[in-house]
């Protein structure tokens, strides 16, 4: 069993290695220019993931040293231990990545393979794990006034339960507030008074997840923020310059939905006249 656990920490420490090094020479988390050139909701989880930790290449190298790291401390009898316990969260982590991502079959089987094989290199200190993480945290030498226990159950209880209240609150309340025209928007029709206008949007979002927020798509393909209220009741909405700032008015006027399709009227900045945008929901 010694001589398999010794084998299991060489082969191990190869596999991290290969890992590891791939990332250093960009060999990993390198993105195709096409995946680049693809809007995001049509990216597949593999690029996503990949772009993602590509993204910051010291993030990227840090997480390899952190590998080759554990590789070198396996090859060791006297720091197998500390090689154990650096590198089996890195690869469960590695694991829930290419399971909830979807990211390769093969480096799937390899991850948890590395895994396992930690596992198996870690049973001759189980016993004492288990005494360091378990045993040795001793409760308190005298037991506490019924009032005291009370009082700090119910504190502990709040510790959990003001953050989950609280973040709820922020993503259903603050960060959130419905509108009939939630939705992604595509400007198919202008009236003739808009048809040189400069800055006349090809998109717009009018976006649930972030109270207020209209985003301007555009023809270029850069992005412009805008803080938007409506009425339901009196049909009117206004557009100004900055989400949450207001500022200058973009647009001040009424919508008329029927389906998926919208239409604006109204005042739109610069412009003298009435102006009409007609758009068609997306999806």
Same mark, same amino acid.
């Given at each position: ?22 990332? &250093? ?6 993105? $195709?220019?096409?995946? &680049?050139?693809?809007?995001? !909701? ?6 996503? @993931? ?19 790291? #554990? #590789? ?6 006297? @720091?197998? /231990?500390? #090689?154990?316990? /650096? ?8 694991? /829930?990545? *290419?399971?909830?991502?979807?990211? +390769? &079959?093969?480096? &799937? ?9 930690? =596992?198996?290199? $870690? ?27 009370? #009082? ?9 339960? =003001? ?18 025209? *939630?939705?992604?928007? *595509? ?6 008074? =808009? ?24 023809? +270029? ?26 500022? @200058? ?12 399709? $919208?239409?604006?009227? !109204?005042? $739109? ?8 945008? @007609? ?5």
């Amino acid at each position: 069993m010694k001589l398999t656990r010794k084998i299991l920490r060489y082969v191990v420490a190869f596999l991290v290695f290969t890992y590891g090094f791939a990332k &250093l020479n960009g060999s990993q988390f390198t993105i $195709l220019d096409s995946e &680049l050139d693809k809007p995001m !909701g049509q990216v597949s989880g593999f690029w996503l @993931t990949w772009y993602y930790f590509g993204y910051s290449k010291f993030y990227g190298n840090l997480i390899a040293l952190a590998q080759i790291l #554990g #590789g070198v401390l396996l090859m060791f009898r006297r @720091t197998t /231990l500390l #090689g154990c316990c /650096l590198l089996l969260p890195i690869i469960a982590n590695i694991i /829930l990545v *290419d399971v909830f991502y979807a990211v +390769d &079959l093969g480096a &799937l089987l390899v991850a948890v393979f590395i895994e396992v094989a930690l =596992l198996v290199i $870690l049973k001759p200190y189980a016993n004492e794990l288990y005494e360091l993480f378990w045993l040795k945290q001793k409760p308190p030498a005298k037991s506490s006034p019924r009032i005291a226990t009370v #009082g700090r159950y119910a504190a502990l209880i709040l510790l959990i339960a =003001l953050p989950a209240i609280f973040t709820y609150w922020v993503a259903n309340y603050n960060n959130r507030f419905p509108t009939l025209l *939630d939705g992604t928007w *595509d400007v198919v029709e202008v009236s003739s008074n =808009l048809q040189s206008t400069p800055g006349i949007p090809s998109v717009i979002f009018f976006e649930r997840n972030r109270a207020h927020l209209c985003v301007f798509k555009q023809r +270029d393909g850069s992005y412009d923020w805008h803080h938007f209220e409506l009425n339901p009741e009196a049909r009117t909405i206004t557009v100004w310059q900055r989400w949450l700032q207001k500022g @200058t008015k973009v647009f001040d006027g009424q919508f008329e939905m029927s389906g998926a399709r $919208l239409v604006l009227s !109204g005042k $739109l900045a610069n412009q003298g006249e009435d102006s009409v945008i @007609t758009l068609r929901k997306r999806g």
